[in-house]
Nanobody, 122 residues
């Protein structure tokens, strides 16, 4: 499975970005997709996750109310709409896939994308 993340960029505080992650290669049903981020000097942290059907969605508290995760299974793609961006959102954002339910631990995911840089200036 290959994951291609895109949509990052340099924006000012308060702006919006829409990240995309397309899966290709060996794909399978009933897989959860998650977004993680890693800022310099910090551990990789869970941002949002969505299960296969979209019936289970989770956000970390710091992005709740400002972000929306969604997926299009026909396109094997997951999206992360991020609004009202803050400088503390600056990080490399990674998408990941695992079979079954959403988990917040990075170690629970089997496949990772290459990451897309999000930089928010104040």
């Amino acid at each position: 499975v290959q994951l291609q993340a895109s949509g990052g960029g340099l924006v000012q505080a308060g702006a919006s970005l829409r990240l995309s992650c397309a899966a290709s290669g060996r794909t399978f049903s009933n897989y959860a997709m998650g977004w993680f981020r890693q800022a310099p000097g910090k551990e990789r942290e869970f941002v949002a996750g969505i299960n296969w059907s979209g019936s289970r969605i989770y956000y970390t508290d710091s992005v709740k109310g400002r972000s929306t995760i969604s997926r299009d299974n026909a396109k094997n793609t997951v999206y992360l709409q991020m609004d009202s961006l803050k400088p503390e959102d600056t990080a490399v954002y990674y998408c990941a896939v695992r079979q079954g339910a959403v988990y917040s631990g990075p170690g629970q995911y089997d496949y990772w994308g290459q990451g897309t840089q999000v930089t928010v200036s104040s």
